[in-house]
C-alpha cells in the first residue's frame, strides 16, 4: 500500500535554520497518525512543510494531492463576517477556480458537510458566535468540503465540549474507513494510543511507530522533557500526561 | 422648498462643481469599499506609506509635465521598491524600513517641491483639490471603478479565505502572498488616482475612514464592502456642500467628512446590540 503522505530525512525550519530535523514517518489509506511533542516542539513546523508552506531544508516532503489543514480555532479571524456555512464553503477554492462567485454546488456541498458534523442547525450562525467545539467542527467541515486525501489537523481537540468531541471521534472513523490518512497533533499522550501510530517529536524525530510499542517512558521523557508526569509505571503501558503550556 | 433646492443644487451648478462631484462620488466608491481589505489585513499603515511614498512622483510628474497619474504610479513603485529592499534586512525590520523608505520619499518629495520651476501646485499634491478635476481625471477615476470592481468581485473568495484563516489558506491552493501583493495592487492603483482629488496627505481618508464606520455593523464582508462604498459616497458628497458652502477647501473638507462618518459609525453600537436595546425598551413599564 503507497503511502497517502510521507516525510524522508525532512528538516524544515524558518530563514535557512532547521526547526526540526531527521523527520521519517509515513501514512497510508486509513491510517491516523498521532504527532506527540511539547510546545515549540515543531509539530506546527511540521505540519506547515507538509501543506507547503515550508519548502523542506533537507530530505522531502511527499502528500497525496493537496491535503485540508485544520488550524487551531484562535488562529482564525473570529472578528471576520463569516457565517458557518461561507467558512464551510471555502474548502470548495481548492476544487474551483478561485475568481468564480460560490457556486451553488459548492453551497449544497457546504450545507452537507455541516450536516454530517451535526451543525446544520448553525449555518448562518457568525463563525465567531460559535462555541470553541463547534468552530472545530466547522473548520473540519470545510476539509471535508475540499475532499482531501490527507487531513492534518493541529490540536483539535484542545478546548473542546465532551459533545463536539465525540462527534469529531465518529467522523474520524468514517473519514479512515472511506480511505483517508489523518495527521492529528496532540498532547493528550491516552488519546495517541487509539492511533495507528504516534509521531514523537522534539526539535528532532524522538520515535515513530505502532503506539503500545512506542509509547514507553524513555521516549516520553525524551519527548517532553520536563513537560511530562510519569504517573504509574508498572507491566502495562507508560500512564503519562503531558503538562501543557498554551500561550494565550 | 426653493432655499433647500437651491442649496443642494448650487454647488453643482458649474462644470467644476459637476467634475468634482464625479470624481468624488467615484473615488469614494471604489475606495469606501477597497477599504474593508485593507483594515482586514492590517494595511492601514502600509497604505498610508504608499499614499506619502508617492510625493516625489508626483512632483516629479508635475516638473515634467507628465500626468500625475503616472508619476504617483511610479513613485509607488519606488517606495514599494525602498520598502521591500530595506525590509530584507532582518536587523532593520518591517516597520523600521518602512518608516525609513518613506520618510526617505518624503524629504525628496520636499526637495523637488522647492525646485524654482515647479509649478504652484505643492498645496494641491499635498491635500488635493477635487474642484481640478479634468475630464482625463474622470477617465481615470471610472476606469478604476470598472477594473476595481471587476478584480474585487474576481479576489472576493481568495481574499476571505486569506483573511479567515492564513495558514489553511495554503491547503485551499492560495498563495497568501500573491493575495496580499494583490490587494497591495489595487491599494496602490487607488490612492494614485484618488491622490489628485484627495491630497497626499489625506488620501488615506477615503480607505480607512468608511470600513471604520461600516466594520462593527456588517454581517457579510460584501455587506462592509457594500456600505462602506455607500458611506464614502454620502461623506464625499456631504465633505462638498460643506466645501461649498462653508467656504472651505474642497478636499479637506471630503477628508474630514469621512473621518467624521468614521467616527460616527464606531460609535454606533452593533446592530444587535441595538436590536436588543429597542426590546428592552419595549418592555420596560410606563
Known sequence: MSALVEARGLAAGYGGRPAIHDVTFAAGAGRTVAVLGPNGGGKTTLFRALVGELAPLAGSVRVAGRPAYVAQTERTRLDFPVSALDVAAMGALARSPWWLPVRGADRSAAAEALQRVGLEAEARTRFGALSGGQRQRVLLARALVQEAEVLILDEPFAGVDPASAERMDTLFAELRSEGRAIVVATHDVAAARDFDRVLCLNDRQVAFGEPARTLSRRVLEATYESEIVVLEEDDGPVRAVAVQHHEH | MPDLVDFLLEPFRSGIGQRALAEVVLVAAIGGALGFWVLTFGLAYGAESLAHGLL???V????????LLLGGLAG????ALLVWLAGRDERVGTDAATAVAVTGMLGLGGVLALAPDLPPRLGELLFGDPLSARAQDLAAAGGLVVLGGLALAALHRPLAAVAFDREAARSLGLGTGRVTIALLGLVAATLAVAV??????????????????????????????LGGGAVAVVAGVAGLYASYHLEIAAGASVALALCLAAGVGAALPPRGRRALARGRLRRAPG
Open chain 2, 56 to 58: 516625489p512622483g508626483l
Open chain 2, 60 to 67: 516629479a510628474a508635475a516638473l515634467v509635465g507628465v500626468p
Open chain 2, 196 to 225: 489628485q482629488g484627495l491630497g497626499n496627505l489625506l488620501v488615506l481618508a477615503v480607505l480607512v475612514a468608511p470600513p471604520v464606520a461600516v466594520r462593527r455593523h456588517a454581517s457579510t464582508p460584501a455587506r462592509a464592502m
Open chain 2, 76 to 79: 509607488i513603485a519606488v517606495a
